[in-house]
């Protein structure tokens, strides 16, 4: 029994983590690829049955593992951002919330042919969007921050509330057949109450607490992140003991709070999460599939793909358009707003425990509780997660999908490179502390902005999605390497770069895990690359060399690829070209003259040399 428990969870941890790389390799949401190793292991294939395998252990390793995800997902709320998407996030909340229930109630019923109770439980649990899917996906499409503040409030916070709601039904309609109905809703009332005031309560004051131990250095820094999840789970096994399901409010305020009162070490604790969120997502999503039997898989029907449809194209685009009425939403924002609405493990978990507690209850349609949703969920995963990116950007609420570069150090230097870089097509945006500095970079007519990147307002007003990679090119070398420690996590490390230290290489050189790639070359210090620049050395943008190993002069700084991608030049890799790309290359003066014809033979755009 141990060593298939063992085999079990190895075998879908494995799996799981091949599922996330296997999306990010084919430009897919994870989810797809996740679901397909589910239906494979499980229904299809029948080689695990993870209910039969874990008994009793399996449901409370869920719960827990959904409430680190609710609470991942609170650490992403910030509260600064209701100032633009406020009114939009309350109506997504308060009004459309209760509409997508009553809508999924009805086409349950009319459509499906579910009877009344089992029809509103279904409609209560299709109310969940969840952000374990939402979130990689709005990392893929790269939305403009107002949408993407919608879809991710709307998801975040529906999680746990929809959850809660789904649970009392369920309960309600299980008690109402060996009690009266009013009793069971004093009884329902009482428990939610306490237990969903209990939950809340500690969500919103343990973190206070938890801050004031960090501020007064009362913990060690090795034990900030256990703390840190220990009490997202304490708060949540605090109002599960009370009634099933009100601790996953509490986890997500939890994560809400902690996200916005400037807690120290949260920083570590958001890498972590990131990771162990990834982790189980993936296992949840192979463990409910594959849970799946393949009696369930037989009861897929056309009524259950009609109504499947009347969710995806009636219900939810309704309910967004009623309770958008009168709202500060343009229209482009509702119409993504109301398609986009994929449910996920949350969703999924819920739906298990429903259709079973109600089939024993003695409700006999509740069989088909989990086909539905389970349709619902793939049909959403599939068609939600290929169309966000291409819908958003034809409806002008996404980046066009170019790689471009953020420059923080203005200077002769990067400024020429920001030049270069454009006339090749590559979006640049030049930032920098003073404005002395920038105004080289406005008049070369660069995209500039005077801000500290390492601020909290340069963290709320640096947008990355036109930017997949950065350089830090300042003066100050410990500077460069924190910019790019700091911005590593989200671009990515292989997609950071800072000009040459003064010590690039030996025992004084800063470790390869605190810092960039080196820019240009190891020798192309500020100082070196300063004098260059006087002395009128100047970039030059050209295609590659037929001959990829002739030896060429200058120093090549970028590639610009046929498709669009572009990358810097760097010694701590090997830099890839082909014939058809255009490489940045920075030329001495006496050296400028022979490229600039060559340039101008394949019809590239003039080039103005800075000095």
């Not at 002769?412 to 454009?422: I, M, Y």
Request: contains cysteine; hydrophobic residues 55%.
């Amino acid at each position: 029994m141990e060593d298939t428990i063992l085999l079990l969870v190895v075998g879908v941890a494995v799996a799981g983590v091949f599922g996330q790389w296997l999306g990010w390799k084919l430009k897919l949401p994870a989810i797809i690829p996740l679901l397909a190793i589910g239906a494979l292991a499980g229904p299809v294939a029948g080689i695990i049955r993870p209910s039969v395998a874990l008994g009793e252990v399996m449901r409370p390793a869920i719960g827990m593992a959904v409430a680190i995800i609710v609470f991942e997902g609170g650490l992403n709320l910030n509260l600064r951002e209701l100032r633009s998407a406020g009114s939009g996030v309350l109506r997504l909340v308060a009004v459309a919330l209760p509409l997508n229930w009553v809508f999924g109630t009805l086409a349950a019923h009319f459509v499906a042919g579910m009877s009344w109770p089992v029809s509103v439980l279904v409609g209560a649990i299709l109310v969940v969007t969840g952000p374990t899917v939402i979130m990689p996906l709005l990392r893929q499409a790269k939305l403009e921050p107002r949408s993407a503040s919608f879809l991710k409030w709307e998801a975040i916070v529906n999680d746990p509330i929809g959850a809660t709601v789904t649970l009392l039904v369920l309960s309600f309609l299980t008690l109402s057949t060996t009690m009266s109905t009013g009793d069971a809703v004093l009884h329902l009332a009482w428990r939610t109450l306490v237990g969903g005031g209990i939950a809340a309560a500690l969500g919103l004051v343990v973190p206070f607490g938890i801050r004031t131990l960090f501020r007064r250095d009362l913990a060690p820094e090795y034990l900030k992140t256990p703390i840190l999840l220990a009490g997202a789970l304490g708060v949540y096994a605090a109002g599960e003991a009370v009634q099933p399901e009100t601790g996953l409010i509490g986890a997500t305020l939890f994560g809400v709070v902690l996200a916005n009162i400037d807690v120290t070490g949260l920083q570590e604790l958001r890498r972590f999460k990131e990771a162990l969120t990834v982790f189980l997502v993936s296992g949840l999503f192979i463990l409910l599939t594959a849970n799946i039997d393949r009696q369930t898989v037989l009861m897929l029907s056309w009524p259950i793909a009609a109504t499947t449809l009347a969710i995806l194209f009636v219900a939810r685009p309704l309910a967004i358009a009623l309770a958008m009425i009168g709202a500060k939403v343009s229209w482009r924002e509702r119409l993504l707003v109301g398609w986009i609405g994929p449910r996920g493990v949350v969703a999924a978990a819920i739906a298990g425990v429903a259709g079973e507690r109600l089939a024993k209850a003695g409700y006999p349609d509740a069989q088909l509780v989990l086909p539905l949703i389970f349709a619902v969920i793939a049909s959403t995963v599939v068609l939600h997660g290929l169309s966000l990116a291409p819908i958003a950007r034809r409806l002008g609420l996404a980046s066009g999908g170019r790689s471009g570069l953020l420059i923080v150090g203005a200077s002769s230097f990067t400024v020429a490179l920001g030049e270069a870089l454009r006339e090749a097509g590559v979006p640049v945006l030049v930032v920098d502390r003073s404005a002395l500095a920038l105004k080289a970079a406005r008049l070369a007519g660069l995209q500039t902005m005077r801000i500290e990147v390492l601020s909290v307002l340069g963290e709320e007003t640096i947008d990355l999605r036109d930017y997949e990679h950065l350089l830090a090119a300042t003066p100050d070398d410990a500077y460069n390497a924190l910019v790019c420690t700091r911005f590593a996590s989200e671009l990515g490390r292989e997609r950071v770069y800072q000009i040459a230290p003064d010590e690039s290489s030996g025992r004084h050189a800063a470790s390869r895990e605190w810092r960039g790639k080196i820019a240009v070359d190891a020798d192309m210090v500020h100082l070196r690359l300063s004098d260059l620049m006087q002395g009128g050395a100047a970039f030059v943008v050209e295609p590659v060399p037929a001959d990829a190993d002739a030896g060429q002069p200058g120093w090549p700084v970028a590639v610009v690829s046929a498709g669009g991608g572009f990358t810097l030049v760097s010694p701590d890799d090997e830099s890839e070209s082909m014939p058809g790309d255009l490489v940045v290359r920075l030329y001495q003066p006496a050296l400028i003259s022979t490229p600039v014809a060559t340039r101008r033979r394949f019809g590239l755009p003039k080039k103005r040399a800075l000095a």
